[in-house]
């Protein structure tokens, strides 16, 4: 059974900075795209940013500048640098990650229980 389990959220102030992690579990053979997407209440989900398993990086435009993108493939995490936050980046963050699962390697879309990120002003 795959999972991915999420960390880093909480209460910041406006301007402040937090790290969100998410380590993928289980039994598989590769991890593809992963990614963040967030939440705010009463909206749709959104997408934040992905990273491709060699690195390839893509950002919503309201985070370019101030969220960075990264992933340790050797601890099959994935990060989520958030900097210069404001208070519409208060969502619940979601991770997903496409991966290549045991036994016949057939791909499937995975997603963690969420994190909260609050950013007061």
């Known amino acids: 059974q795959v999972q991915l389990v999420e960390s880093g959220g909480g209460l910041v102030q406006a301007g402040g900075s937090l790290r969100l992690s998410c380590a993928a579990s289980?039994?598989?053979?590769?991890?593809?795209?992963m990614g963040w997407y967030r939440q705010a209440p009463g909206k749709q989900r959104e997408f934040v940013a992905t990273?491709?398993?060699?690195?390839?990086?893509n950002l919503v435009d309201s985070v370019k500048g101030r969220f960075t993108i990264s992933r340790d493939n050797a601890k099959n995490t994935v990060y989520l640098q958030m900097n210069s936050l404001k208070p519409e980046d208060t969502a619940v963050y979601y991770c997903?990650?496409?991966?290549?699962?045991?036994?016949?390697?057939?791909?499937?879309?995975?997603w963690g229980q969420g994190t909260q990120v609050t950013v007061s002003s």
């Open positions: 997903n990650a496409v991966i290549s699962t045991w036994p016949r390697g057939r791909e499937y879309e995975y």
């Open positions: 990273i491709t398993s060699s690195g390839s990086t």
């Open positions: 289980g039994r598989f053979f590769s991890i593809n795209t």
